[in-house]
C-alpha cells in the first residue's frame, strides 16, 4: 500500500509512519514545522500544495493527523485541502479526529452524536469533520480523546512538569475522559487505512478517568508521588472546556482486531 500519513512529524503520525514502515508499506510521511530525515515538508494550509504532493505521490490511503490547537487553518482549511484532494484522486482517506467536537455530559457519545463543540479547538475539529464527510464521503472519521504512552506525550510531559514545579497550574479533578495509547491508536489508524470502513468511528481506551488522575498514574511510574500533582476543578476556575466526555467505542472493538487498553493498564 502507498501510504501518506500527514503530520508524520508528530506524536500519532510518527508512530504511524513507523509502524507502517515496519509492516512493508510504501510510506510517505510530512512535516510542517520541522525539518525530520525521512519525512518531505507540507504545508496543509496551502491547497496548492496539497494537490501537488497528492498528484505527485498518488497514494491509495491518506491518513491525515495533522492539527494545530491554536491554527484554525491548520485544524480545519488543512482537512478540507487534503480531503478533496485525496478524493480528487481515488485515495482512501482516514482523517483523525477528537472528543473535542463535544460539549460534555454523563452519557457516552456514540458515532451517531453529532458534534457539539464549545471552545475553538472543538469548533475547528468539528469544520473539519464536516468538511471531511461533505468532499469525502467514503472516508473514515475516527474520534479520538487523550494520547499517552511514554514520556514524548503531552500528557506526560505536562504531568511531570507541574509535579517537579517547572510550569504552574493543576490537572483537572471533572474533566474525565478515555485515554488512548499511542501504539493503539496507531495500530488502529494502519488497520482502517487497509480496509473499508466509512463513517465516524471512536477509537478511544475503555477506561473513564479524570485529567489529575491520569497525571498521578504517570508521576506514579517515575516514583513521583501523588500529592505532587496538583489538582484542582476546571469549573470552579471559568475554563471553558469539555468536561465529562465519554466515547463508546462498541463499533471500534467489533470492527477492529487491535485491543485498546484503558489508562492504568497502558502505565502500568
Known sequence: MRLLVTGGSGYTGGRLVGL??????????????????????LDVRDRAAVDR?????????????SYAQSDWAVT????????????????????????????GRPAPYTEADLPEPVYPYGAAKAAAETAVLAVHPDAAVVRTS?????????????ALDMAAGRVDGVLFTDHIRHPVAVDDLAAALLELAEGDHRGVIHVAGPEAITRH???????SRHGIPADRVAS???IDRGIISPAEVRLDTTLAESVLRTRLRGATEILA
Open 213 to 219: 488522575a491520569l497525571g498521578v498514574l504517570i508521576a
Open 76 to 103: 480545519a482549511l488543512g482537512a478540507a485541502w487534503v480531503a478533496a484532494a485525496a478524493a480528487r484522486t481515488g485515495a482512501r482517506l482516514v482523517h483523525v479526529s477528537s472528543d473535542a467536537v463535544f460539549t
Open 146 to 158: 487523550l494520547i499517552i504512552g511514554d514520556d514524548n506525550a503531552k500528557q506526560h510531559q505536562l
Open 232 to 234: 484542582g476543578s476546571a
Open 20 to 41: 507502517a514502515r515496519a509492516a512493508g508499506h510504501d510510506v510517505t510521511g510530512t512535516s510542517h514545522s520541522t525539518r525530520v530525515e525521512g519525512l518531505v515538508p
Open 53 to 65: 504532493l497528492l498528484d505527485e505521490l498518488r497514494p491509495d490511503t491518506v491518513v491525515h493527523t
